[in-house]
């Protein structure tokens, strides 16, 4: 399994969206870090100017219908037709499991709503650790934006989920809360 993430936009369209909805003319330059995190934390629209490719390549078949589900991302799959991929096995006999390769493109805000959902200890465990790798990663190219990727008992401070994960009952859990809140300033 291999991961690979690009930006395909920058911060200044981010700055420029936000300008324009001020009537101010756009800038040629990078914003500043605070400007990046009060975006970041106001999740306001110009932060779906920031835009990322995000390839996945060998993960199962399976990760691939999680990750799908997200429909604010546009996915790219890489073709499982025996034909094309020159195999001789039967489509009945391909496993879930079998690996595939998938390019999602897609905003920042997306990523963070998809964090919320696949970093929960309810969602499936590869598509969990596939997407943690994710975010991983982009600690290394966008900090801030990393560090607003939370699971949604985290992030709305209390498990959501219809069976709650238990996050909620350990001694870590307002430690993880003021972590994330912090983090965002
Ligand atoms: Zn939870």
């Known amino acids: 399994m291999k991961i690979e993430i690009t ?3 920058s911060w200044k369209d981010v700055l420029n969206a936000a300008r324009f909805t001020q ?3 756009p800038l040629d330059k990078e914003p500043s870090i605070e400007f990046k995190k009060k975006i970041i934390r106001a999740e306001h629209s110009p932060l779906r100017c920031l835009m990322f490719n995000i390839d996945f390549y060998d993960i199962p078949y399976y990760s691939m219908g999680h990750f799908v589900r997200h429909v604010h991302a546009q996915p790219f799959v890489s073709s499982s037709r025996p034909d094309v991929i020159g195999s001789n096995a039967p489509r009945g006999e391909q496993l879930k499991s079998d690996p595939v390769n998938m390019r999602l493109f897609l905003n920042a805000q997306e990523i963070i ?8 200890n309810k969602a499936e465990g590869e598509t969990r650790k596939i997407w943690k790798e994710v975010i991983n990663q ?8 990393a560090n607003a990727c939370r699971p949604n008992c985290f992030y709305r401070g209390f498990c959501p989920e219809i069976k709650p994960c238990g996050a909620a009952d350990t001694d870590l ?9 912090s983090s965002l300033y």
């Open 113 to 120: 709503n998809i964090s919320r959902v696949r970093l929960c």
């Open 173 to 181: 859990f307002t430690l993880g809360v003021l972590d994330y809140q």
């Open 138 to 145: 982009l600690h290394e190219i966008e900090p801030e934006l």
């Open 7 to 9: 930006r395909v936009t």
């Open 23 to 25: 009537r101010k003319k």
